[in-house]
């Protein structure tokens, strides 16, 4: 399986301010993905990263607010611009591998807590 | 829209006491059904992918199965390290977004 580490693990970050969350994996994937987890919620994705092309961003995220990108096979980047508290979540990284046809497992990282004052 | 829900939200279970965890899903085209287990102030640690229906996968204590409305998650025996969140996803066929729906939990406690 993937193993998977994200920066920094949490953060207390003033409103107004912008936080980069970076993700490194150790094994090159083709697919990335960004979720967030709200207090006592599920995980939502945000967007998916893949390399050489932009990020495809979920209804309800855009760009602007939550710029990604992925410079090559195994890291990423996702910053959250313009904090508010409402932006208050833990952040994941995940990664898809192909494990032959028609066969996937997706394997995710530690998280970043992010508390936005 | 894909739709993913789990039921109970939390459980509590005496140790050695099996049960059963469900995961109704509607999706567009079935990729696969995963499981996962959320420790707190943890990422989610992958279980199983299941893709057909009547397909099964046991890990441990754990057997998921699969139909083509819902998944279980029977937890037999369970001991208190078992205790955790686990979380139901499935992958539908969306060709160029490959993304996870996931459900909102179950929060299973066993009691020593």
């Known amino acids: 399986s993937a193993v998977i580490s994200q920066k920094p693990s949490r953060d207390i970050c003033q409103r107004g301010t912008s936080l980069t969350i970076q993700c490194q994996v150790d094994s090159q994937v083709t697919m990335m993905f960004w979720y967030r987890q709200q207090p006592g919620q599920s995980l939502t994705l945000i967007a998916t990263a893949n390399q050489g092309s932009e990020a495809t961003y979920e209804s309800g995220f855009v760009i602007d607010k939550f710029p990604i990108s992925r410079p090559n096979l195994t890291f990423s980047t996702l910053t959250v611009s313009n904090m508010s508290p409402e932006d208050s979540s833990i952040y994941l990284c995940?990664?898809?591998?192909?494990?032959?046809?028609?066969?996937?497992?997706?394997?995710f990282g530690p998280g970043t807590r992010l508390t936005v004052t | 829209e894909d739709q993913v829900t789990q039921s109970p939200e939390a459980l509590r279970l005496q140790e050695g006491e099996s049960s059963s965890l469900n995961c109704s899903y509607t999706v567009s085209g079935l990729r696969g059904l995963f499981w996962y287990r959320q420790d707190p102030g943890k990422g989610p640690e992958f279980l199983f992918t299941?893709?057909?229906a009547g397909e099964e996968k046991e890990k441990e204590r754990l057997k998921a199965t699969l139909t083509k409305k819902e998944s279980f998650l029977h937890i037999t025996a369970p001991k208190p390290e078992d205790s955790a969140t686990y979380l139901c996803a499935c992958g539908g066929l969306h060709f160029g977004n490959e993304k996870l729906t996931f459900g909102t939990g179950t929060r299973l406690t066993i009691i020593p």
């Open positions: 299941l893709y057909s």
């Open positions: 995940s990664v898809e591998q192909d494990r032959g046809p028609s066969s996937y497992e997706q394997y």
